[in-house]
């Protein structure tokens, strides 16, 4: 019986299982967690830095209106004390600007039940998926800032219960779908994205190996997770 692959949000249902839970994706760029969080009887909210940034959310809704999305920021949450069971930063902790690491992840605190969760999960700076990323911006020193931060989380009342690596295959049609995941991220790295657009193609050609469909690559990209809980 073939074995199903590991991805980020089996992860998450296997760490911390989220169903029937009051959970907050924070950074939920397009909204794909929180509509696979909807679909497994979660009940997320996904928050992002402006109306602009969840446009492409909003408009993936199906129309039905009946996901709960909020402008915010990680260092301040637009949410009520002990008000969430689980916070989650999926691959968004070091987009947080590094003077307000320490500010997110205390919000994240606050904004927990006692018996609550923050669940972090961060890319780790190798592999090929990470050496294609670094030709659109160079994130070797804002991860590590994340992890430094994650390290010293005890200053904002957590600590780490859970740590676990993993690796996920991320598969694109074409260099126009990677432009897409990227600059979807942080749309200022289009302008760079476009100035090296000969360099990146013919890097998504090298690197990572051939998908199932014509054209399509598929790169592994290293994970690791932490479980923190209240101290």
Do not use: N, W
């Not at 909807?38 to 830095?49: F, K, M, N, T, V």
């Not at 402006?50 to 990680?74: F, H």
């Not at 800032?145 to 390290?151: D, K, P």
């Amino acid at each position: 019986m073939a074995v199903a692959p590991i991805t980020d949000t089996s992860m998450l249902e296997r760490l911390v299982a989220p169903a029937g839970k009051d959970v907050v994706d924070v950074g939920c760029g397009g909204g794909g967690l929180v509509r696979e969080l909807a679909a497994s009887g979660a009940r997320p909210i996904g928050i992002e830095i402006s109306e602009a940034q969840l446009a492409t959310a909003r408009a993936r809704d199906d129309g039905k209106g009946d996901l709960r999305y909020l402008v915010g920021r990680a260092e301040a949450l637009p949410l009520e004390d002990a008000s969430v069971d689980l916070v989650v930063f999926m691959r968004s902790l070091h987009h947080v600007p590094r003077e307000h690491l320490a500010a997110a992840l205390r919000e994240a605190r606050r904004v927990l039940r006692p018996d609550g969760a923050v669940y972090v999960a961060e890319p780790v700076a190798e592999g090929d998926f990470f050496a294609l990323t670094s030709l659109v911006e160079d994130e070797l020193e804002v991860r590590r800032a994340a992890e430094a931060a994650l390290a010293d989380s005890a200053t904002a009342g957590l600590e780490r219960a859970v740590t676990v690596d993993y690796d996920v295959t991320v598969c694109l049609a074409d260099v126009d779908a990677f432009r897409a995941r990227t600059v979807s991220v942080d749309p200022e790295r289009a302008p760079v994205f476009e100035a090296r657009r000969d360099e990146i193609a013919a890097a998504f050609a090298r690197l990572g190996t051939s998908g199932d469909r014509p054209g399509e690559r598929c790169f592994t990209a290293p994970m690791r997770v932490d479980v923190l809980r209240p101290l």
